[in-house]
């Protein structure tokens, strides 16, 4: 039960800094600023840090509670 909730805790972090992080990649990699110069909502970039950032915490997720439990 133990090793789960640090688990859960870990991976809840890393997908909130995860998420922050890679938004920012992508907003700097691919600007939401039209050709003429006008910003727009970025939410092809929230979605993909989104969508990335939850697969890699559920990897996470599995990982950390493979080794807590084999440390135990």
């Not at 133990?2 to 992508?26: D, R």
């Not at 003429?36 to 970025?42: A, R, W």
């Not at 929230?46 to 990897?59: E, N, Q």
């Amino acid at each position: 039960m133990k090793a789960t909730f640090a688990s859960l805790l870990m991976s809840t972090l890393f997908f909130i800094f995860g998420y922050v992080i890679l938004y920012l990649l992508f907003d700097f990699l691919n600007p939401p600023i039209t050709d003429d110069g006008h910003k727009y909502m970025p939410i092809g970039n929230v979605l993909y840090s989104g969508i990335i950032t939850f697969f890699i915490s559920i990897l996470f997720f599995i990982l950390i509670r493979k080794y807590l439990k084999r440390k135990s």
